[in-house]
Nanobody, 127 residues
Framework: QVQLVESGGGLVQAGGSLRLSCAAS????????MGWFRQAPGKEREIVAA????????YYVDSVKGRFTISRDVAKNTVFLQMNSLKPEDTAVYYC????????????????????WGQGTQVTVSS
């Protein structure tokens, strides 16, 4: 059974940091693009960041550029999201996702292109 399990969420004050992890099991995602999405109450799910399987390419939504960093450890089948300078508007449930096998430098900002999803982890940023 394929599983993506997020961890690292929590409550943090504005300006603080969190590091999210997503551990995959059941298959290797070494040839998959990976992404982090988020969904705030009453809002649509949005892409936060994505990374190619080679690690060479990353994509960030404008609102997190310069504050968030996506990375991956292919050997450990894990993807990370380092979140710094957090703002109250970053409050959301954060999901990691993986595509089917794709090209080495492909990043995928479109949620519909992801085949596997985690259950999500809550991030709450207080003002």
């Amino acid at each position: 059974q394929v599983q993506l399990v997020e961890s690292g969420g929590g409550l943090v004050q504005a300006g603080g940091s969190l590091r999210l992890s997503c551990a995959a099991s059941g298959r290797t995602f070494s040839r998959s693009a990976m992404g982090w999405f988020r969904q705030a109450p009453g809002k649509e799910r949005e892409i936060v960041a994505a990374i190619s399987w080679s690690g060479d390419n990353q994509y960030y939504v404008d609102s997190v550029k310069g504050r968030f960093t996506i990375s991956r450890d292919v050997a450990k089948n894990t993807v990370f999201l380092q979140m710094n300078s957090l703002k109250p508007e970053d409050t959301a449930v954060y999901y990691c996702a993986a595509t089917e096998s794709t090209g080495p430098r492909v990043t995928e900002p479109t949620g519909a292109r992801y085949a596997y999803w985690g259950q999500g982890t809550q991030v709450t940023v207080s003002s």
